[in-house]
């Protein structure tokens, strides 16, 4: 019998400690690692965690030992890789899992022969697609801990993605998991009876006579003398007990009789995972020729072991730690911003303006990514560390967002500037020139959405008309104007008369002229620089002194000089020749800007469209304003499909789906209850009290009602218990009033109902949930999972004794943009932007006999880091640390959306999935610059990347088209070899499809690549504009395509 003996530590990076104060930890252990090495041949092998970040961490602190450490990455005997850091998996996207591995890959390459183990020892469980992940990148197997129950019978076992990809599980089944050998003995007997023990507890369910013994745990250091022990101990361990004899044998590895001979006992030996996981592979192959699987990823058949598939998200054996998906809240809408803004705005942009010429900013992208994924080790992005490593995780998510909105600007612009924006319509009434708008959408489409500008003009947009290239007008509402100060000077009356006379203004427009230059060089710029838009002329406030107000606009917005300019001019020399005026109050501004929201309708999938205001209207050249779809009332709004009732009762939602005539009621439901939990696991009080109720009937209120957007707002005023009891028993008995507030929004031509809700959270040890009931009952929803949609059961599978569960099973599920109850024929999507935990309800306040309820979890206020004392789980999670800022008090904003629909999340081409998309990333805006002004220009970028000053075709343009549009894009950027565009994408469904792909750009070949972006086959494709890749992707499959 064999033991594989692996040296490690595991390296949680910030937890009960913030990481500065882990890391002075850290430097002293690879320090310490490092003097072993060289004075201990013996000490062979030690793992450094599979990640990657903590040889920068250690680097940063010691850069002088550089080479030392890469003097033994380089030679094996310390493993490092596959990950830049060790991820949850359950609250980050896909795209980060993958961007992970790629880092991690490349630096652990630049040390050595990176770890190809797919090491996930301490996951609060796993995802179904990561299989596929892990043998995208050539790793075809998986270690860990968490997650797996009964269902496994034995240690090792095969794990099938959604696509059928395999991996071979090594399950680290002891209950001690990845620190079953820790701090073994030093002392020869000793060190040997810890091995015979260690033996019996995981020799019942191994697949071979080797067995894994994993000696580190959390900030362990090694262990000196360890080579030394394991020589002294190996004969002390000549011979097998008969129990271990009778399991070998029934392994087929020890046979009872026939030629064959016993084992002469335990060997132990050091080792690294990779040598455990091919000795574990080599055991297991047939004796018979194996074929390997076609096309689907699969590794060879590999003898007796079993095949599992799907989550793993078991508490039987170890705890699961389910309830951190609501943990601090905050942290998972701020990792929800930041992924959307890095995937499907920072990359694409980046790309689509490199093809167009710009430089790529490679360093900054990644340095983006570093920051977030940072934030994404389990006890950062759970929330389950003390506040201190929180604070830090908020400065990291900031960081990263800054970089990514300047590096988006800066494309966004790029990509405007090649925009043909010659405006379809000329206008003969006003010499003001219309303004183009660029709106881009990194969502599917064609699409429509609510696009914010920032306008300047000189006059009011009261008058204003927004239209496409096709003529048609586009909705809009100001939202706010302001103007700001440039520059001011106090002149003498008689200096700048006596100026006018040397240098003569008789012409009408030549005092203005003079005036340009001088406000120019006023504020430091070159003459030319400014036009004079409007001035005003004020002596009223002090004797003897004129106030002037000049605004002022880049040079080349104002085609000629109106009558309001003409006469200000009269009114300026007529200012100059008065003798009680002495000095002159000069204050240059910029042109007053209005914030304007608009409807942007069609606008195409990962793409742009062009948008004109006419700020002085049309007349006969346009057409007519359409009637708009959007109506109010005091407690009710509708559009085109939906239409939304308050009550003033409870002010719950009644929703009718105009396209089935399904109504839904009770929606919007706030439901409070007791946590006496901690940052792991819910526990409800032992005497809860739900509170469904407001205090009082809320206030309703039509805020809002067109042309854009019906607002309906909802105050109420909520009595909530201010914390649980001194004993945890019950919730107290002196309530705080509370107020929540949601804003209820359609939006013209958008199928959706969209909800902001927002409270100001005054109590502690409470759980607040939103619920959404539907008028069925069913079996099971579906809910967007990493790169799948998954169909889960509405409750866990529960055995009827779960007494000896390390935690007991709960029904609050993961999820990422949305979940759909169906009941085939009508259903229910529920959308939200970073509420990752959901629960479907069969009984509860405001759900009646015979239907379910869909439940958000919104706020899981708590203050312990851990406690031993919960219903919902067994023993501590961690160490009892006060974790105050865990209740969350203060202000809470919360976003979701509904889409009611006819069939289930599939019907209509995916619509609910099509809206979670757009709901998640809605469309941008930029007012493209020329010259340093806002004008019209020609550019590259009109319809399908060719030039064409054709009307109402060259306005609006795609970087890539894909059908069909049920497919998800998950990544459009530029390859990590700077040689092409990545597209990524992935099928949700239970069947094959045929994708049809086009980019947008100039690009000539096409490969399928792996996921660390490798060519693997050329695709018979020309590359000629405007032809389409066809591509076939499994049910389930996640399909990398590189253009090249």
Same mark, same amino acid.
């Given at each position: 019998?064999?033991?594989?003996?692996?040296?490690?530590?595991?390296?949680?990076?910030?937890?009960?400690?913030?990481?500065?104060?882990?890391?002075?930890?850290?430097?002293?252990?690879?320090?310490?690692?490092?003097?072993?090495?060289?004075?201990?041949?013996?000490?062979?092998?030690?793992?450094?965690?599979?990640?990657?970040?903590?040889?920068?961490?250690? &680097?940063?602190?010691?850069?002088?030992?550089?080479?030392?450490?890469?003097?033994?990455?380089?030679?094996?005997?310390?493993?490092?890789?596959?990950?830049?850091?060790?991820?949850?998996?359950?609250?980050?996207?896909?795209?980060?899992?993958?961007?992970?591995?790629?880092?991690?890959?490349?630096?652990?390459?630049?040390?050595?022969?990176?770890?190809?183990?797919?090491?996930?020892?301490?996951?609060?469980?796993?995802?179904?697609?990561?299989?596929?992940?892990?043998?995208?990148?050539?790793?075809?197997?998986?270690?860990?801990?968490?997650?797996?129950?009964?269902?496994?019978?034995?240690?090792?076992?095969?794990?099938?993605?959604?696509?059928?990809?395999?991996?071979?599980?090594?399950?680290?089944?002891?209950?001690?998991?990845?620190?079953?050998?820790?701090?073994?003995?030093?002392?020869?007997?000793?060190?040997?009876?810890?091995?015979?023990?260690?033996?019996?507890?995981?020799?019942?369910?191994?697949?071979?006579?080797?067995?894994?013994?994993?000696?580190?745990?959390?900030?362990?250091?090694?262990?000196?003398?360890?080579?030394?022990?394991?020589?002294?101990?190996?004969?002390?361990?000549?011979?097998?007990?008969?129990?271990?004899?009778?399991?070998?044998?029934? !392994?087929?590895?020890?046979?009872?009789?026939?030629?064959?001979?016993?084992?002469?006992?335990?060997?132990?030996?050091?080792?690294?995972? =990779?040598?455990?996981?091919?000795?574990?592979?080599?055991?297991?192959?047939?004796?018979?020729?194996?074929?390997?699987?076609?096309?689907?990823?699969?590794?060879?058949?590999?003898?007796?072991?079993?095949?599992?598939?799907?989550?793993?998200?078991?508490?039987?054996?170890?705890?699961?730690?389910?309830?951190?998906?609501?943990?601090?809240?905050?942290?998972?809408?701020?990792?929800?911003?930041?992924?959307?803004?890095?995937?499907?705005?920072?990359?694409? !942009?980046?790309?689509?303006?490199?093809?167009?010429?710009?430089?790529? =900013?490679?360093?900054?992208?990644?340095?983006?990514?570093?920051?977030?994924?940072?934030?994404?080790?389990?006890?950062?992005?759970?929330?389950?560390?003390?506040?201190?490593?929180?604070?830090?995780?908020?400065?990291?998510?900031?960081?990263?967002?800054?970089?990514?909105?300047?590096?988006?600007?800066?494309?966004?612009?790029?990509?405007?500037?090649?925009?043909?924006?010659?405006?379809?319509?000329?206008?003969?009434?006003?010499?003001?020139? =219309?303004?183009?708008?660029?709106?881009?959408?990194?969502?599917?489409?064609?699409?429509?959405?609510?696009?914010?500008?920032?306008?300047?003009?000189?006059?009011?947009?009261?008058?204003?008309?927004?239209?496409?290239?096709?003529?048609?007008?586009?909705?809009?509402?100001?939202?706010?104007?302001?103007?700001?100060?440039?520059?001011?000077?106090?002149?003498?009356?008689?200096?700048?008369?006596?100026?006018?006379?040397?240098?003569?203004?008789?012409?009408?427009?030549?005092?203005?002229?003079?005036?340009?230059?001088?406000?120019?060089?006023?504020?430091?710029?070159?003459?030319?620089?400014?036009?004079?838009?409007?001035?005003?002329?004020?002596?009223?406030?002090?004797?003897?002194?004129?106030?002037?107000?000049?605004?002022?606009?880049?040079?080349?917005?104002?085609?000629?000089?109106?009558?309001?300019?003409?006469?200000?001019?009269?009114?300026?020399?007529?200012?100059?020749?008065?003798?009680?005026?002495? !000095?002159?109050?000069?204050?240059?501004?910029?042109?007053?800007?209005?914030?304007?929201?608009?409807?942007?309708?069609?606008?195409?999938?990962?793409?742009?469209?062009?948008?004109?205001?006419?700020?002085?209207?049309?007349?006969?050249?346009?057409?007519?304003?359409?009637?708009?779809?959007?109506?109010?009332?005091?407690?009710?709004?509708?559009?085109?499909?939906?239409?939304?009732?308050?009550?003033?009762?409870?002010?719950?939602?009644?929703?009718?789906?105009?396209?089935?005539?399904?109504?839904?009621?009770?929606?919007?439901?706030?439901?409070?209850?007791?946590?006496?939990?901690?940052?792991?696991?819910?526990?409800?009080?032992?005497?809860?009290?739900?509170?469904?109720?407001?205090?009082?009937?809320?206030?309703?209120? !039509?805020?809002?009602?067109?042309?854009?957007?019906?607002?309906?707002?909802?105050?109420?005023?909520?009595?909530?218990?201010?914390?649980?009891?001194?004993?945890?028993?019950?919730?107290?008995?002196?309530?705080?009033?509370?107020?929540?507030?949601?804003?209820?929004?359609?939006?013209?031509?958008?199928?959706?109902?969209?909800?902001?809700?927002?409270?100001?959270?005054?109590?502690?040890?409470?759980?607040?949930?939103?619920?959404?009931?539907?008028?069925?009952?069913?079996?099971?929803?579906?809910?967007?999972?990493?790169?799948?949609?998954?169909?889960?059961?509405?409750?866990?599978?529960?055995?009827?004794?779960?007494?000896?569960?390390?935690?007991?099973?709960?029904?609050?599920? =993961?999820?990422?943009?949305?979940?759909?109850?169906?009941?085939?024929?009508?259903?229910?999507?529920? &959308?939200?932007?970073?509420?990752?935990?959901?629960?479907?309800?069969?009984?509860?306040?405001?759900?009646?006999?015979?239907?379910?309820?869909?439940?958000?979890?919104?706020?899981?206020?708590?203050?312990?880091?851990?406690?031993?004392?919960?219903?919902?789980?067994?023993?501590?999670?961690?160490?009892?640390?006060?974790?105050?800022?865990?209740?969350?008090?203060?202000?809470?904003?919360?976003?979701?959306?509904?889409?009611?629909?006819?069939?289930?999340?599939?019907?209509?081409?995916?619509?609910?999935?099509?809206?979670?998309?757009?709901?998640?990333?809605?469309?941008?805006?930029?007012?493209?610059?020329?010259?340093?002004?806002?004008?019209?220009?020609?550019?590259?970028?009109?319809?399908?990347?060719?030039?064409?000053?054709?009307?109402?075709?060259?306005?609006?343009?795609?970087?890539?088209?894909?059908?069909?549009?049920?497919?998800?894009?998950?990544?459009?950027?530029?390859?990590?070899?700077?040689?092409?565009?990545?597209?990524?994408?992935?099928?949700?469904?239970?069947?094959?499809?045929?994708?049809?792909?086009?980019?947008?750009?100039?690009?000539?070949?096409?490969?399928?690549?792996?996921?660390?972006?490798?060519?693997?086959?050329?695709?018979?494709?020309?590359?000629?504009?405007?032809?389409?890749?066809?591509?076939?992707?499994?049910?389930?499959?996640?399909?990398?395509?590189?253009?090249?």
């Amino acid at each position: 019998l064999n033991i594989i003996l692996v040296p490690h530590t595991h390296w949680d990076r910030e937890w009960y400690q913030t990481f500065q104060q882990f890391r002075a930890r850290l430097v002293h252990t690879i320090d310490k690692l490092l003097d072993i090495l060289d004075r201990d041949r013996n000490f062979s092998y030690f793992m450094l965690d599979g990640q990657t970040i903590v040889l920068d961490d250690y &680097l940063e602190v010691q850069p002088e030992q550089e080479e030392r450490l890469k003097k033994y990455t380089r030679s094996g005997r310390i493993t490092v890789g596959p990950w830049y850091i060790q991820p949850d998996e359950f609250l980050v996207s896909g795209e980060a899992l993958i961007r992970n591995l790629q880092m991690g890959l490349q630096r652990a390459a630049e040390f050595g022969e990176p770890m190809r183990i797919g090491y996930v020892p301490d996951c609060f469980g796993h995802i179904a697609q990561l299989p596929q992940i892990l043998q995208g990148f050539g790793i075809d197997n998986a270690v860990f801990w968490r997650g797996v129950g009964a269902e496994a019978r034995q240690s090792e076992f095969l794990w099938a993605a959604p696509d059928g990809t395999r991996v071979l599980v090594i399950h680290l089944a002891d209950p001690m998991g990845y620190s079953n050998a820790r701090m073994m003995p030093l002392v020869p007997d000793e060190f040997a009876a810890r091995v015979e023990l260690l033996t019996a507890q995981i020799l019942p369910k191994a697949t071979t006579n080797t067995l894994l013994f994993m000696n580190g745990s959390d900030h362990l250091e090694p262990q000196d003398g360890l080579p030394e022990t394991i020589a002294a101990a190996n004969p002390l361990l000549a011979h097998l007990n008969p129990e271990h004899e009778k399991i070998l044998a029934q !392994l087929g590895h020890a046979p009872q009789n026939g030629n064959s001979r016993h084992f002469d006992g335990i060997h132990v030996q050091i080792g690294t995972l =990779p040598q455990y996981v091919e000795t574990i592979r080599r055991q297991n192959k047939r004796q018979l020729e194996t074929k390997e699987g076609e096309g689907n990823g699969e590794t060879p058949q590999e003898s007796h072991l079993q095949v599992l598939s799907g989550e793993m998200r078991s508490g039987q054996f170890s705890h699961l730690l389910p309830s951190v998906l609501s943990t601090r809240m905050w942290i998972k809408q701020q990792n929800s911003v930041t992924e959307h803004l890095l995937e499907h705005w920072l990359e694409p !942009l980046t790309a689509w303006a490199w093809k167009l010429g710009a430089p790529y =900013p490679a360093g900054l992208v990644r340095t983006a990514w570093k920051y977030l994924l940072q934030n994404h080790p389990h006890d950062s992005i759970c929330g389950c560390s003390i506040d201190q490593v929180h604070r830090e995780n908020a400065v990291r998510f900031a960081q990263s967002q800054q970089v990514a909105e300047s590096l988006i600007g800066q494309a966004m612009h790029t990509i405007a500037q090649h925009v043909d924006t010659h405006a379809p319509i000329e206008t003969t009434h006003t010499h003001h020139k =219309p303004m183009p708008i660029v709106v881009f959408n990194p969502a599917p489409g064609p699409r429509t959405g609510v696009a914010q500008a920032v306008i300047s003009f000189a006059g009011s947009l009261r008058n204003a008309v927004i239209i496409d290239e096709q003529g048609q007008y586009m909705p809009f509402t100001i939202v706010n104007r302001w103007r700001q100060e440039l520059g001011s000077a106090q002149l003498p009356r008689e200096t700048l008369a006596a100026a006018v006379v040397l240098m003569g203004t008789d012409a009408p427009g030549e005092f203005l002229r003079l005036a340009e230059n001088t406000a120019a060089t006023m504020l430091g710029k070159p003459e030319g620089t400014y036009d004079i838009v409007r001035v005003h002329i004020d002596t009223n406030q002090l004797p003897n002194v004129a106030h002037i107000e000049v605004m002022v606009a880049p040079h080349g917005s104002t085609t000629s000089r109106d009558h309001e300019l003409l006469t200000a001019e009269q009114q300026m020399l007529a200012l100059l020749q008065r003798d009680d005026i002495h !000095l002159l109050n000069i204050s240059a501004i910029d042109q007053a800007r209005e914030t304007i929201d608009f409807v942007a309708s069609d606008v195409p999938a990962y793409g742009l469209k062009t948008f004109w205001v006419y700020p002085r209207g049309l007349k006969e050249e346009g057409s007519t304003i359409p009637s708009s779809a959007l109506s109010g009332q005091q407690q009710r709004i509708e559009n085109e499909w939906y239409r939304v009732e308050a009550n003033e009762e409870d002010g719950t939602l009644t929703t009718t789906d105009k396209q089935t005539g399904a109504i839904f009621s009770g929606l919007n439901r706030f439901v409070d209850g007791g946590d006496v939990g901690d940052l792991y696991n819910y526990a409800p009080p032992a005497q809860d009290v739900l509170v469904s109720q407001p205090l009082e009937p809320p206030k309703i209120e !039509l805020v809002s009602m067109g042309p854009v957007r019906a607002v309906l707002r909802i105050t109420g005023r909520w009595s909530l218990p201010s914390a649980c009891s001194a004993d945890r028993a019950e919730r107290s008995s002196r309530a705080t009033v509370c107020q929540i507030t949601s804003e209820i929004s359609l939006t013209a031509g958008v199928r959706r109902v969209d909800i902001h809700t927002s409270m100001d959270n005054k109590v502690k040890d409470h759980r607040l949930r939103v619920i959404f009931p539907v008028p069925y009952r069913v079996e099971q929803v579906a809910a967007e999972g990493t790169f799948e949609v998954r169909t889960r059961p509405v409750a866990a599978l529960r055995p009827k004794d779960v007494s000896d569960w390390a935690e007991e099973p709960v029904n609050a599920f =993961p999820q990422k943009r949305f979940v759909d109850i169906s009941n085939g024929t009508i259903g229910l999507g529920v &959308l939200n932007r970073g509420l990752p935990e959901y629960e479907i309800l069969q009984d509860g306040p405001g759900i009646e006999s015979g239907q379910a309820a869909v439940a958000l979890t919104l706020l899981r206020c708590v203050e312990w880091l851990s406690r031993g004392d919960l219903s919902t789980r067994r023993g501590h999670a961690g160490p009892m640390e006060y974790t105050p800022e865990g209740q969350c008090l203060g202000h809470q904003e919360f976003d979701y959306a509904l889409v009611p629909h006819r069939g289930d999340w599939q019907a209509e081409e995916a619509l609910v999935l099509r809206e979670a998309q757009a709901f998640t990333i809605p469309v941008r805006a930029v007012v493209p610059l020329a010259d340093g002004s806002t004008r019209e220009h020609s550019g590259k970028l009109p319809i399908n990347g060719k030039q064409s000053r054709e009307k109402l075709v060259h306005s609006h343009t795609t970087l890539l088209e894909v059908e069909p549009r049920e497919l998800v894009v998950s990544a459009i950027k530029r390859s990590n070899t700077g040689k092409g565009i990545i597209v990524r994408l992935y099928n949700p469904f239970s069947h094959a499809v045929e994708a049809s792909i086009r980019p947008g750009v100039d690009l000539a070949r096409a490969f399928v690549a792996n996921l660390q972006e490798e060519e693997q086959e050329q695709l018979f494709w020309s590359g000629d504009a405007g032809e389409h890749l066809h591509v076939g992707i499994r049910a389930g499959e996640i399909k990398t395509i590189l253009f090249q």
